[in-house]
């Protein structure tokens, strides 16, 4: 059975670079990392029909269930497996299947709101908030959405008008204030190789279990004080 040590939240708006740091961070380490994205916990919406759930506002935090999102990272931490819910961009809807996923060493969170619920947050060791402006994540999510999730231009750009952009005001840019740590760019290389090495070490069983470490303040203290002394 494996604890996770180390669990990420990797947090920032449409197209700022998240799954890509993610998965940067992460590709040379195997099978000791789950990632689970945040869109996999997008409520289920069967109840609507395919006109009905096009028109719903996805960024809002109220779009999430974040109680099911709660109870299967609690479960990864405990070292138990879950079926992780699985996502539909192009009918708006979770799929029928789920995916069954094992703990392992390392958990990334990674979604617009990642960083958005209080008692997620306190699941997570590092928040990370990927910032990048904001006419470079609508150039991308307008060539993403057209070319992979089925989207038509003018949709693309009816719902960054209506929706994307003013819950990134009011939702995910707020949730800056609880990163540790913010990666300019998306994927810039000097934060993908620190992260990567935190990652490995985490992997390779060097870093200290949750047990044993101290908390990051009481850390950063006690550095304080060896500098003073
Ligand atoms: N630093 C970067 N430079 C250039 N393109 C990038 C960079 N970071 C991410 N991208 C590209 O931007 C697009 C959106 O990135 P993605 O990681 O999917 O964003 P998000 O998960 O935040 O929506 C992808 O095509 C990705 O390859
Ligand atoms: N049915 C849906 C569900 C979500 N979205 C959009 O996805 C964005 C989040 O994904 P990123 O990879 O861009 O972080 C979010 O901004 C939602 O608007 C959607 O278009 N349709």
């Known amino acids: 059975m494996t604890i996770p040590s180390f669990v990420i939240g990797i947090a920032g708006g449409t197209g ?31 109840h609507l029909d395919l006109r009905e759930r096009e028109a719903l506002n996805y960024d809002h935090p109220s779009a999430f269930e974040w109680e099911l999102l709660r109870e299967q990272l609690a ?6 497996e879950i079926q992780m819910p699985q996502y539909d961009f192009e009918v708006h809807n979770r799929k029928e299947e789920t995916v069954p996923v094992e703990p392992t060493d390392v958990v990334i969170l990674e979604g ?26 609508i150039l991308r999510r307008i060539q993403r959405d057209v070319i992979d999730r089925g989207r038509d231009l003018e949709g693309v750009i009816d719902q ?32 993908v190789n620190i992260l990567e090495e935190k990652v490995q070490a985490e992997v390779g069983g060097d870093a ?3 047990w044993e470490r101290e908390s990051p303040e009481q850390e950063i203290a006690d550095r304080v004080a060896l500098d003073d002394e």
Do not use: C, W
């Open 208 to 210: 200290p279990r949750d």
């Open 112 to 137: 617009i709101l990642a960083l958005y619920d209080e008692e997620i947050n306190e699941m997570l060791d590092l928040r990370l908030f990927v910032e990048t402006d904001a006419d470079v994540r």
């Open 16 to 46: 700022a670079g998240k799954t890509t740091v993610a998965r940067l961070v992460t590709e040379n380490v195997g099978e000791s990392v789950t990632r689970i994205p945040l869109d996999n916990y997008y409520a289920d919406q069967s």
């Open 75 to 80: 479960t990864l931490l405990e070292g138990r």
């Open 160 to 191: 960054y008008l209506s929706t994307v952009k003013p819950m990134h005001e009011q939702f995910i840019e707020p949730s800056k204030k609880h990163a540790d740590l913010i990666i300019p760019e998306g994927a810039n290389s000097v934060a």
